[in-house]
């Protein structure tokens, strides 16, 4: 959908960003990552013109965007800028609306797209769309960037930085809206940011940049588990394998879980599931809510009697659920000291388990070198 061909930017003999070529497939987000200054906002800035390059060409649709009427581009992509930029003297409903009015949309039509655009990024348009953007919070000034450069409907997004200006916990809640919000709307998306954490959470895959050149363009699991050089390396940090837990959802690796009812044979179920291989069995109770575990091989072995047997647990504070992350559950079993925790549906309803050892597997696949 979107490639870059051999693309170099020069200021005088400088190079701000030197030969890059680069395709981001329909519906994905990609994610450009590096240190201040490497070249990202400069190359996410030729893709819709703003700037010209001094070499090569940028595609979209397999068209060279030099050949598109600068209408088009305004339709075709949307752009959040770094540092927010609304415009001071517009309400936050006139700065959203503001590419549909360039492009000669009616009134009435703006202002039921704004409408739509205010409910998805979750502010109400009654309370917000008069205010002017110095009266918003950092949070709420970012999602009216993203809703302002979603506003024409474009299928390419170019997003520079934008939760940059927010403290980490608004943040992570922006990001994860993000996430939630393209899972619906499925654009293309060029996301640039220099913090790692980030381009984890959101990118399908990461270009990472040093110097105005792409270093290594990957799936952050694999960019995790294998970074190219040293530079990589170092960029991604010590805890590689912990933050590559983060991509992997615990339903990959969920098993079944032994369950047994607290007025069942306690005994005879847990010499059952022993049988098969598994420690430590659930037990429910009669409205089939987890009341706590026990372990198969202490009863077995001392036959103790059923009262002292159960392992009572709070569910919410060792449960996961289905969509959670790995690093999420392995956090609950560090906190809690246990080597298996129990996956719950929203009931609270136990639907399965996961294990350390399942956990380790995945960082095990994490290389201990680069290979240079
Ligand atoms: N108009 C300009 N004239 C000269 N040099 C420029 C100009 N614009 C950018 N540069 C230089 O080009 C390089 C890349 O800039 P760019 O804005 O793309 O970096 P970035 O990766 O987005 O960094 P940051 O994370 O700080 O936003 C920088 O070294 C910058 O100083
Ligand atoms: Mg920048």
């Not at 893709?47 to 390059?53: A, F, K, V």
């Not at 299928?155 to 943040?171: H, K, N, Q, S």
């Not at 530079?231 to 590689?240: E, K, L, N, P, S």
């Not at 992350?325 to 000291?337: D, I, N, V």
């Amino acid at each position: 959908m979107i490639k870059l061909i051999d693309i170099t930017k020069k200021y005088g003999e400088f190079t701000a960003v030197d030969d890059i070529s680069l395709k981001v497939k329909q519906g994905e987000v990609c994610v450009l990552l590096g240190p201040s200054g490497c070249g990202k906002s400069t190359t996410l800035k030729i893709i819709n013109r703003m700037l010209e390059p001094s070499n090569g060409n940028v595609l979209i649709e397999g068209k060279n965007v030099r050949d598109f009427k600068p209408e088009l581009l305004r339709r075709k992509i949307g752009y959040v800028i770094q540092y927010v930029g609304l415009f001071p003297h517009m309400t936050v409903g006139e700065n959203i609306g503001i590419v549909p009015k360039l492009l000669g949309w009616e009134k009435v039509k703006i202002s039921r797209r704004t409408e739509q655009l205010f409910t998805l990024i979750g502010l109400d348009p009654g309370f917000y769309s008069n205010k002017y953007p110095h009266e918003l919070s950092g949070g709420e000034a970012q999602r009216i960037g993203v809703a302002r450069a979603l506003a024409a409907d474009p299928p390419i997004l170019l997003m520079d930085e934008p939760f940059g200006a927010v403290d980490p916990l608004t943040r992570e809640i922006l990001q994860t809206e993000f996430v939630k919000i393209q899972k619906e709307l499925k654009k293309t998306v060029v996301f640039v940011t220099h913090d790692l954490e980030e381009a984890i959470r959101v990118a399908v895959r990461i270009v990472l940049m040093q110097k105005g050149r792409i270093v290594q363009h990957d799936t952050p699991e694999n960019i995790l588990a294998h970074p190219k050089n040293k530079f990589v390396h170092d960029f991604i940090g010590a805890d590689r394998a912990l933050k590559r837990l983060s991509r992997f959802p615990v339903s990959n690796i969920m098993r079944e879980a032994p369950v047994v009812k607290s007025s069942d044979d306690l005994f005879k179920a847990a010499k059952s599931v022993d049988k098969r291989g598994f420690r430590f069995l659930w037990v429910i109770d009669e409205n089939e809510e987890l009341l706590g575990w026990i372990d198969t091989t202490r009863l077995i072995r001392n036959k103790e009697k059923k009262e002292d047997v159960i392992t009572r647990i709070p569910v919410s504070r060792i449960a996961v659920r289905s969509d959670f992350t790995c690093k999420t559950a392995l956090s609950r079993m560090l906190a809690e000291g246990i080597k298996v925790v129990p996956v719950v549906d929203e009931n609270q309803k136990i639907i399965g388990e996961i294990s350390l050892a399942d956990i380790e597997k995945i960082t095990e696949e994490v290389a201990h070198t680069w290979q240079e």
